[in-house]
C-alpha cells in the first residue's frame, strides 16, 4: 500500500525552529508537496520539492531525500500565527496526491 | 492568489435528502478535485476531472456524483444523504500544465446529516 507518515502534534515555542518529518512509501515519486492548513480552513501551498536537497522560501526550508523517503519542513523564527496543521503530500506515479493526515503545530509563547 | 469558492460553508440536513455541493474557480484551471477530511485525519480523493466532460472516481467510494460541463465548475451531488456522509469536503484546482502546480483550495463545505 501507500502511505506517508507525520507526527501526529508537536509543541514549540515562540521564536524558536521547529522540523517536522514526514516519511513516505508511494508507488512511485514525481514530487513532495508541503501545505499549512489553519483549524477550519482551506489547505494553502508552501513548498514544493522533487529533487534531493533544501529549498528555502523565507522562514521555512522544504528538504527532501528520495533514497530514504524522507522530508522535512523547518520553520524558523516560530510566530503565533504558525499555529496549524503541516500536510505531507506525494504525487506518485500516476500523479495522484497522497496526503499525509497532518502534524498539528502548537506554538506557546 | 487562488480563486476557488464553495457553497454552502456549512449544511446541516436530515437523512434522506438529495444534496449539491457547489465548487466553482476562476483562474481556468483544467484540473479539479473533491476530497473528504475528517477531523485531524488525511484527504481522501473522491472524484476528480481533468477538463469539460471528464470525470473519474477517487480512492475513496463515497456514494456521490460529480459533472464537469463547464470549465470553471465542478459540483458535486450526493442522491440520498446519509449520517456516514457526515464530513468536511474540499474542492480543489490546478494548472493542466506542470507537474509541480500546487493544488489550491476553495475554504470547503462541513455537512452533517441528521
Known amino acids: 500500500g501507500q502511505n506517508i507518515d507525520q507526527p501526529t502534534e508537536m509543541t514549540a515555542t515562540e521564536g524558536a525552529i521547529v522540523q517536522i518529518n514526514c516519511t513516505y512509501q508511494?508507488?512511485?515519486?514525481?514530487?513532495l508537496f508541503w501545505y499549512q492548513q489553519h483549524a477550519g480552513e482551506a489547505p494553502t501551498f508552501l513548498s514544493y520539492?522533487?529533487l534531493d536537497g533544501l529549498e528555502e522560501k523565507g522562514r521555512f526550508s522544504s528538504f527532501l531525500s528520495r533514497s530514504k523517503g524522507y522530508s522535512y519542513l523547518l520553520l524558523k523564527e516560530l510566530q503565533m500565527k504558525d499555529s496549524a496543521s503541516y500536510l505531507c503530500a506525494v504525487k506518485n506515479s500516476n500523479y495522484q496526491l497522497i496526503w499525509g493526515a497532518g502534524t498539528k503545530l502548537i506554538i506557546k509563547p | 492568489e487562488a480563486d476557488i469558492y464553495q457553497t454552502p460553508r456549512y449544511l446541516v440536513i436530515g437523512t434522506g435528502k438529495k444534496i449539491t455541493l457547489e465548487c466553482s474557480q476562476t483562474?481556468?484551471?483544467?484540473?479539479m478535485y473533491w476530497y473528504q477530511q475528517d477531523p485531524g485525519m488525511e484527504l481522501h480523493l473522491i472524484h476528480y476531472s481533468y477538463g469539460v466532460n471528464s470525470t473519474e472516481k477517487g480512492d475513496l467510494s463515497s456514494e456521490s456524483t460529480v459533472s464537469r460541463i463547464r470549465t470553471e465548475h465542478f459540483p458535486l451531488t450526493l442522491e440520498s444523504a446519509r449520517p456516514s456522509h457526515t464530513s468536511q469536503y474540499l474542492c480543489?484546482?490546478?494548472?493542466?500544465?506542470?507537474?509541480?502546480?500546487?493544488?489550491?483550495f476553495g475554504d470547503g463545505t462541513r455537512l452533517s446529516i441528521l
Open positions: 520539492n522533487v
Open positions: 480543489a484546482s490546478s494548472p493542466g500544465q506542470g507537474e509541480s502546480q500546487p493544488q489550491h
Open positions: 483562474m481556468g484551471h483544467d484540473k
Open positions: 508511494t508507488s512511485g515519486f514525481n514530487g
